[in-house]
């Protein structure tokens, strides 16, 4: 798996944010979730804007730690979990979208951890900051959780800017992705997330010609990216890939988002089902709207 990137990881270790031992929300069933730190896009509604960046240790953050969990070592910065709070003061005081907590993890670690849930989980989640940015840990993972779990599925939460490279690296042992689709229109997709989405609709087609595409996540904002034309438009295109594919409808939240120079609004639970019906107009999606 030496092709695959491994930007701010090993193949035998990752840049891990942090792990959820149990969550329904990452995939099917009961699933342990593995956060990973950095990421490729830069979405205006980001809610976890910590982990786009990796730290470059440069200290501001330990100014505003006032139980010593933040120290500074041979110019990095360490973080002493014992002696940490919760407050996450130190995230809120970074100006680089990154946090001091984000920690190589060997799989060995995060194995050890999987290990204590694993009779109460249905799989294991990758997701992030962008778990393809370290997709030769991610193969190291999920071929360690294979060959102890086989029972376990191994899925990735992405946002799908991905190349074929990296699908091909991580297909013997990636069950399934959940692929976030911000915008079909290019030019908004630019605004919203930095990037262009040629990557993320190739992701799609690729995934679920293989079969390996659990859900299309669309997040919606009102006024933004929510008009009919749009998401006809985008009905229409995923109709064409897959006509009962499953949809999740994300309707915007603000909580943990950046200030942002567009205005970024939650829809109303009506115009949440208005999505989902002009997307039903389309085809027999298998909708879930949230
Ligand atoms: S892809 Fe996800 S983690 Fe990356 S910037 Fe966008 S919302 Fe944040
Ligand atoms: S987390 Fe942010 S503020 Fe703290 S040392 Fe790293 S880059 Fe600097």
């Known amino acids: 798996m030496s092709t695959l990137p491994l930007s701010g990881s090993s193949a035998s270790a990752g840049l891990v944010t942090d792990v959820i031992e149990f969550s329904v929300v990452d995939g099917p069933g009961n699933r342990f979730v593995v956060f990973l730190q950095g990421c490729n896009f830069d979405c205006l509604a980001c809610h976890n804007p910590y982990t786009i960046k990796e730290c470059i240790d440069c200290g501001i953050c330990l100014d505003v730690c006032t139980t010593g ?28 979208d990154s946090t001091p907590k984000a920690r190589p993890q060997a799989v060995a670690d995060v194995m050890a ?25 991610v193969h190291a993972l999920f071929s360690a959780v294979k060959a102890e779990f086989p029972r376990l599925t191994c899925f990735v939460d992405s946002n799908g800017a991905a190349d074929v490279a990296v699908w091909d690296g991580l297909d013997d042992v ?12 290019d030019a908004l997709h630019v605004q919203l997330t930095g ?14 010609k293989r079969g390996k595409l659990y859900e299309v996540r669309l997040l919606l904002m009102a006024g933004l990216n929510d008009s009919d034309e749009l998401l006809a438009q985008t009905g229409r295109w995923l109709a064409g890939i897959d006509p009962t594919m499953r949809i999740k409808v994300i309707g915007y939240r603000a909580h943990g988002v950046r200030p942002s120079a567009l205005p970024l609004v939650e829809p109303t639970a009506a115009q ?6 002009v997307l039903r107009a389309e085809a027999p999606f298998d909708l879930l709207v949230i």
């Open 69 to 96: 969990a933040l120290t500074m070592v041979a110019d990095r910065v360490v973080w002493t979990e014992s002696l940490c709070t919760g407050t996450d003061a130190c995230i809120a005081a970074c100006p680089y």
């Open 113 to 137: 951890r999987i290990r204590r849930a694993s009779g109460f989980l249905s799989g294991v989640t990758v997701s992030g900051g962008e778990a393809t940015q370290q997709a030769g840990f």
């Open 174 to 185: 990636m069950d399934a992705a959940m692929i976030d689709l911000k915008c079909l229109d």
């Open 195 to 208: 990037k262009s989405n040629r990557e993320v609709l190739s992701s799609i087609e690729l995934l679920a």
């Open 272 to 277: 949440r089902e208005h999505y989902a019906d």
